[in-house]
């Protein structure tokens, strides 16, 4: 007999749930590196499954080594409901990453963060840039590429921290990866990282004496941040640094594992909670999470710096998220059916699978920042003849690009967007990246309705295609304009967004009519 109000074991398959999770690698004589965070897994895989006994939910636990054992695990299985544990496979860094988009594939509900989100938290200098460009403190830093080598004058003169860029569970971070960023040793630290990880180093600015964990849970819409932890270095000598290594994380027998115990909530004022809050939600919805996730902050006297985002982090009995939990009072089970219900209803409320997270609307004040769609066409081509800014060449490109823009929708090279109050389109940008180039972004057309001009559209405009562009990883957007005294309103407008002019080409659109080539650096 099914329980009252179980919501998971009515009007579904009799095996509602898979438990998917990574099998953690054979130990072998070449194989010795992650094992004890590879393990970690199993308990997180032991803590679900008791949860879902306790909510009477049908489930099976399968491992998987393999992005190709995913395919075929969800191919054959009846599930309706993945509960995602996935956090390492054999195969490029990447792999774990396309899980959830596997899963929607198959038409599965699945929990936790989307493929995009862990695409971009996974690469820290990626992530990084993202969050600088629109404003969320993150201390100054470095990436090195691999075979590359790094130059202290990169940085502030100070203390450096060396870690890799695309690791997890503070893999790469050893008892001592802190120096001067003057030291000869950080080069030989990121030459480690090379050879044994295979992958760029980040040399970061050491900031702060306090490091706080801040989980956050969403519950059918409402986004909760949990109470905040801290974690307790005063057993540390002065001149140990007080980090989470590897160690501290995974190595009982070590000295930082034992000495690095979780305040929580921490002993932190109210008004430096409310500041922590606000920019935990603000890089929550910077890079679109969903369920749960941690972020790791670093903290002094006066201000908070985000080190990285934990999406889908460790929900072992003893890690940071359940000792948040705990903290608030939700029951480890609650947390369980929480996720369930979120998932279940993102698979319900999907107009399609094809569809399913391409949404890029925006609204801010009043103003509707949306793609383009066929019916604004003509309101659009009205806008730009209307401005009296553009020559009859140039209002015939512009609906070349537009109408291959709505031609292509967001898989063409231009994306296009309108600016709509009261259902009206006022504004209208095409962006895009540029041809043969690695992460630079060209904006190609912005336009704003005559009689709705120094409204803040425009700035509206171009901030949500800056946050689009650093969202896909761009590092460089590019204009083009003329040196006509007609735009001197556009040029000054580029520069008050923080446009530089880096090029000019004399008598480029006429005899007299140089183009500008303003860049602005994401990073």
Not at 432 to 460: F, L, N, S
Request: aromatic share 8%; glycine share 6%.
């Amino acid at each position: 007999m099914e329980p009252a109000g179980n919501p998971f074991t009515k009007a579904y398959n009799p095996l509602n749930v898979l438990v998917l999770y990574n099998k953690p690698s054979p130990k072998t004589g070449a194989r010795t590196e992650r094992l004890e965070s590879e393990a970690g897994v199993l308990q997180e895989v032991e803590a679900v499954s008791r949860a879902l006994a306790k909510l009477s939910v049908p489930f099976r636990v399968i491992g998987v080594r393999k992005l190709e054992d995913v395919s075929r695990i969800l191919a054959e299985s009846l599930e309706t409901v993945v509960f995602n544990l996935v956090e390492g496979l054999e195969g490029t860094p990447e792999d774990t990453n396309y899980v959830p988009v596997l899963c929607q594939a198959f038409c599965k509900a699945v929990t936790g963060c989307d493929t995009e989100c862990l695409l971009l938290s996974q690469n820290k200098w990626r992530t990084k840039s993202m969050l600088r460009a629109i404003g969320v403190p993150v201390p100054a830093g470095v990436m090195v590429p691999v075979d590359d080598t790094f130059h202290h004058n990169a940085l502030p003169v100070g203390r450096c921290i060396v870690k890799p860029c695309s690791t997890d569970g503070s893999e790469g971070i050893e008892d001592s990866p802190v120096f001067s960023t003057t030291d000869p040793a950080v080069k030989d630290a990121v030459a480690r990282i090379h050879q044994r990880l295979g992958m760029p180093a980040l040399v970061e600015q050491f900031v702060g004496s306090r490091e706080l964990n801040v989980s956050i849970l969403e519950n059918n819409g409402n986004v909760e941040v949990l109470p905040i932890a801290e974690i307790d270095f005063s057993a540390f000598e002065s001149d140990r640094p007080r980090i989470v290594t590897y160690p501290a994380k995974w190595l009982p027998d070590s000295f930082e594992y034992r000495n690095t115990p979780r305040l929580i909530p921490a002993p932190i004022a109210e008004d430096t909670s409310r500041q922590i809050r606000a920019v935990a939600m603000e890089l929550w919805r910077a890079l679109k999470c969903r369920d749960y996730a941690r972020i790791d902050m670093r903290m002094d006297d006066n201000n908070v710096f985000i080190l990285e985002l934990n999406p889908n982090p460790d929900i072992s009995p003893d890690a940071g998220f359940a000792a948040a939990l705990q903290a608030a009072g939700i029951p480890y089970e609650k947390f369980v059916e929480i996720i369930l219900t979120n998932a279940l209803k993102r698979l319900r409320s999907a107009p399609s699978i094809r569809s399913q997270g391409t949404s890029t609307e925006e609204k801010i004040g009043d103003i509707i920042i949306r793609q383009t769609e066929g019916k604004d066409r003509d309101q659009i081509l009205h806008n730009i003849e209307a401005t009296k800014f553009f020559r009859l060449k140039e209002i015939m490109i512009a609906r070349e690009v537009l109408d291959e823009a709505l031609a292509k929708g967001p898989e063409g090279s231009y994306q296009s967007f309108a600016a709509v109050v009261e259902n009206s389109v006022v504004g209208w940008m095409c962006f895009g990246p540029e041809a043969c180039t690695v992460d630079t972004y060209g904006i190609h057309w912005i336009v704003v309705a005559p009689g709705m001009q120094r409204k803040g559209i425009g700035k509206t405009l171009m901030k949500h295609a800056e946050n689009l562009i650093a969202k896909r990883g761009g590092c460089l957007i590019v204009i083009e304009t003329s040196a006509h005294s007609l735009y001197e309103s556009t040029r000054n407008f580029y520069r008050k967004l923080g446009y530089i002019e880096e090029a000019r080409i004399q008598d480029f659109y006429a005899k007299d009519d140089d183009k500008i080539i303003y860049v602005k650096r994401l990073y």
